[in-house]
């Protein structure tokens, strides 16, 4: 499948958008009675039931979510061009590429090269509604880039300039480069009780837990949305 086209790019930014004023409840429904229309597409999501069953969101809430994501990317997925084509207008003075490449692979739960609705809801119920374990244990995850289980340095340091070259110079005037080596080399002392090289889930829990500025600074994904 080739992917979205440019009006499916601009219809999902509007749905990331919508879900701003959903979370915050200034979003409802145009219709009382416009129920979710389950036809019959490439990536039918599961049924309304299981969902709200699974994530934080409301039936209602999905309803309106899977509107304006069906209706606006008729394939039913999210390719990784178009994320990163969505996440560059948000930090229109950076590089977002790496960034978007690391949080879609976070997305991308079944490793097959793009994000389905129940991806996507799952993804931002944990975020925006999970508790603080569900929260940090997502977060882990984005960090453990190959997914073994464990977060080294090299992954870490990965993560940290890719927020670094995201967030731009002009909000980073006058950063040198070793300050994001710096701050993983911060983050590891606090997190890797053990000097073993490697931070473990728990390790991260625990450190996120015991440290607030920690704690801000992994949560990054939840302040751009």
């Not at 008729?74 to 178009?82: A, D, F, I, R």
């Not at 090299?154 to 701050?183: C, F, N, S, W």
Request: hydrophobic share 35%; proline share 2%; with cysteine.
């Amino acid at each position: 499948m080739a992917g979205c086209t440019s009006r499916c790019r601009q219809g999902v930014l509007k749905l990331i958008q919508s879900l701003q004023r959903l979370v915050s409840g200034t979003l409802t429904k145009d219709k009382t009675d416009d129920e979710l229309e389950m036809t019959t597409v490439c990536h039918r999501p599961e049924g309304l039931d299981q969902l709200e069953a699974q994530t934080n969101f409301t039936k209602q809430e999905l309803q309106i979510l899977y509107r304006g994501f069906k209706n606006e990317c008729p394939s039913g997925v999210v390719n990784e061009e178009t994320f990163k084509h969505i996440y560059a207008q948000f930090f229109p003075h950076g590089d977002a590429s790496m960034y978007a490449h690391y949080l879609f692979n976070a997305f991308d739960t079944t490793n097959n090269g793009s994000i389905k609705f129940k991806d996507f809801v799952t993804g931002l119920s944990i975020l925006l509604r999970g508790t603080l374990r569900e929260k940090l244990e997502w977060t882990f995850h984005l960090y453990d880039i190959n997914r073994d289980g464990y977060i080294n340095r090299e992954e870490m340091t990965e993560i940290v300039r890719a927020i670094y070259d995201m967030m731009g110079k002009y909000t980073y005037p006058a950063l040198k480069g070793d300050v994001p080596q710096q701050h993983v080399d911060a983050f590891f002392q606090k997190m890797d009780k053990n000097k073993d090289g490697v931070v473990t889930l728990e390790e991260f829990v625990i450190a996120c837990q015991e440290d607030e500025t920690m704690m801000r600074s992994m949560q990054l994904f939840e302040n751009v949305m």
